[in-house]
């Protein structure tokens, strides 16, 4: 059974800073892309950034320039670091693992349980 575990949420001043983690776990062969979405209350959740396999990243606008994602493709671990944090990223972040290759012929796509992040004004 594949599971992805996040970490590093909480609560942060304006133009602080943050460092999410999200290792998947189980019988892992491959993963083509990993992610972060968020979803802020009363919001639909949206794509922050994502990183394939070889590490080609896309970012939200509202994101550009502030955040940084990053992968190590051993330990199956993606990395968002965020920096000058502004009260709208208040939202549960997401991670997601796409297209995990668990055996010949089966890819599922799966998602961690959040980790809230909080900004302060």
């Known amino acids: 059974q594949v599971q992805l575990v996040e970490s590093g949420g909480g609560l942060v001043q304006a133009g602080g800073s943050l460092r999410l983690s999200c290792a998947a776990s189980?019988?892992?062969?491959?993963?083509?892309?990993m992610g972060w979405y968020r979803q802020a209350p009363g919001k639909q959740r949206e794509l922050v950034a994502v990183i394939t396999r070889d590490s080609m990243t896309n970012y939200a606008d509202s994101v550009k320039g502030r955040f940084t994602i990053s992968r190590e493709n051993t330990k199956n671990t993606v990395y968002l670091q965020m920096n000058s944090l502004k009260p709208e990223d208040t939202a549960v972040y997401y991670c997601?693992?796409?297209?995990?290759?668990?055996?010949?012929?089966?890819?599922?796509?799966?998602w961690g349980t959040g980790t809230l992040v909080t900004v302060s004004s």
């Open positions: 189980g019988p892992i062969f491959s993963i083509n892309a």
């Open positions: 997601n693992a796409e297209k995990v290759v668990t055996s010949p012929f089966r890819a599922m796509d799966y």
